[in-house]
């Protein structure tokens, strides 16, 4: 059976909700103004690491620091 339900915007748009949802945080971080701009922005840095594994053993972990383009 059919659901009569209203597809949520995003969805039909063919994205997921965290596109959306990251979308949504990056126009609201472009909008504030300063000092509040770069407090936000420093938040949204990811730090992590990536291992790589061969024959079942991890080799030397890899740290990146990713941050978005401004």
Not at 5 to 34: D, H, Q
Not at 40 to 50: D, G, I, Q, T, W
Not at 51 to 57: H, L, T, V
């Amino acid at each position: 059976m059919a659901s009569s339900a209203a597809v949520p915007f995003w969805r039909a748009a063919g994205m997921t909700y965290i596109t959306y949802s990251n979308i949504c945080a990056n126009l609201v971080r472009k909008c504030l103004k300063e000092p509040y701009k770069a407090e936000s922005m420093n938040r949204e840095k990811v730090h992590f690491s990536l291992s790589k594994w061969a024959d079942g053993k991890p080799q030397k972990p890899v740290l990146r620091s990713d941050a978005p383009e401004v």
